[in-house]
């Protein structure tokens, strides 16, 4: 009886010893996941600068750099590339005007073609503005003041190719008046020209009268065929439309 209560004793105690294991695992358990989700997420690890992870490293979400942007793009695994900014080439958007402070003045000019690549010329004039544009490619490259028609003899508006070229042209209309570079617009007398008084109180009988400077530069410049586009009280600006 002795040695079965001795028995009894140690197998009770080997019971009590595997319940109380069981309890501690338990409990350590409860306590680690405690601990996972009030602890904070361990860092990520650090990538190596040739690219190479750590081991059983995670990989990082894809890094790309599209054309036009100076920050990379972060994009989740299997994340399509967003739509990459492509800026309009075409050479008929505006893609720079000449810093001119203020209102330019009669008999004003200004002129910058340093660095600007070739295309195609276009030039545009408005009737309020009373100020005539040399585009190229896009990129103005001379402005200046410009002596218009009047109610009785108007500049006409519209889109105009220049027909022809004439270096030393006079107005057989007009009393054989001088009109030096000419780019005849119209073939019944409209054209760009120098030879006049861009002046406050002058007018012209529909051309567009330039200093003779810009003329002879614009001249040298301009081929037949190229555009000119006169308009009235028409705004834009750079990423516009010179059309």
């Given at each position: 009886m002795a040695a079965m209560n001795a028995g009894l004793k140690w197998i009770g105690g080997l019971t009590l010893a595997i319940v109380a294991g069981l309890v501690l695992l338990i409990?350590?358990?409860?306590?680690?996941?405690?601990?996972?989700?009030?602890?904070?997420?361990?860092?990520?690890?650090?990538i190596a600068a040739q690219n190479v992870l750590a081991p059983s490293a995670a990989a990082p979400a894809a890094v790309?750099?599209?054309?036009?942007?100076?920050?990379?793009?972060?994009?989740?695994?299997?994340?399509?590339?967003?739509?990459?900014?492509?800026?309009?080439?075409?050479?008929?958007?505006?893609?720079?005007?000449?810093?001119?402070?203020?209102?330019?003045?009669?008999?004003?000019?200004?002129?910058d073609d340093s660095g600007v690549p070739p295309g195609p010329l276009v030039i545009t004039v408005d009737l309020q503005a009373r100020v005539i544009s040399v585009f190229r490619n896009g990129y103005e490259i001379g402005a200046a003041a410009a002596m218009l028609g009047?109610?009785?003899?108007p500049t006409p508006l519209g889109q105009f190719p220049i027909l022809t070229k004439e270096r030393h042209n006079v107005s057989e209309r007009y009393g054989n008046a001088p009109?030096?570079?000419?780019?005849?617009?119209?073939?019944?007398?409209?054209?760009?020209?120098?030879?006049?008084?861009?002046e406050r109180g002058y007018a012209s009988h529909g051309c567009v009268g330039v200093p003779d400077e810009f003329a002879s530069r614009l001249f040298a410049m301009a081929r037949v065929g190229d555009r000119v586009i006169i308009t009235d009280g028409q705004m834009t600006g750079v990423g516009g439309s010179l059309g």
């Open positions: 409990s350590a358990g409860d306590m680690l996941v405690a601990q996972d989700r009030a602890a904070p997420a361990a860092p990520a690890p650090q790309t750099f599209s054309e036009d942007a100076a920050d990379p793009v972060d994009l989740a695994p299997g994340q399509a590339l967003p739509p990459t900014p492509v800026m309009d080439t075409s050479p008929f958007v505006i893609k720079r005007v000449l810093p001119i402070e203020g209102p330019i003045r009669y008999g004003e000019w200004h002129w009047t109610d009785n003899h009109m030096p570079w000419t780019l005849r617009l119209t073939w019944d007398g409209i054209a760009i020209h120098g030879g006049s008084e861009v």
